[in-house]
Nanobody
Framework: QVQLVESGGGLVQAGGSLRLSCATS????????MGWFRQASGKEREFVAF??????FYADSVRGRFTISRDNAKNTVYLQMDSLLPEDTAVYYC????????????????WGQGTQVTVSS
């Protein structure tokens, strides 16, 4: 079955960086478009970034600070997060895009368990 395992979260000061990883199995990763979402406490899960074989797309709130990438040889998608802000604090999830709008939660079929990112001021 499809499995997604996020890692790399932690506690960082504002202005710092983290790199999240999402290791996948059970799917043809090179043919799969992937996304990152995040959910802050008490808020809805929101789109962060999307990648397929030729396109990268970002939420306005992270564009210019975050970079999504993939390594097809390792079946892994990454999220490099720089210039972190306290408002970036959330649980971050990776997901496999199925069909539909890149920024819509309903367009994704499989999800990881999430990794906590906490940015202190």
């Amino acid at each position: 079955q499809v499995q997604l395992v996020e890692s790399g979260g932690g506690l960082v000061q504002a202005g710092g960086s983290l790199r999240l990883s999402c290791a996948t199995s059970g799917l043809t990763f090179s043919n799969s478009a992937m996304g990152w979402f995040r959910q802050a406490s008490g808020k809805e899960r929101e789109f962060v970034a999307f990648i397929n074989w030729s396109i990268r797309f970002y939420a306005d709130s992270v564009r210019g600070r975050f970079t999504i990438s993939r390594d097809n040889a390792k079946n892994t998608v990454y999220l490099q997060m720089d210039s972190l802000l306290p408002e970036d604090t959330a649980v971050y999830y990776c997901a496999v895009h199925d069909r539909g709008a890149w920024a819509s939660r309903s367009s994704y079929r499989f999800w990881g368990q999430g990794t906590q990112v906490t940015v202190s001021s």
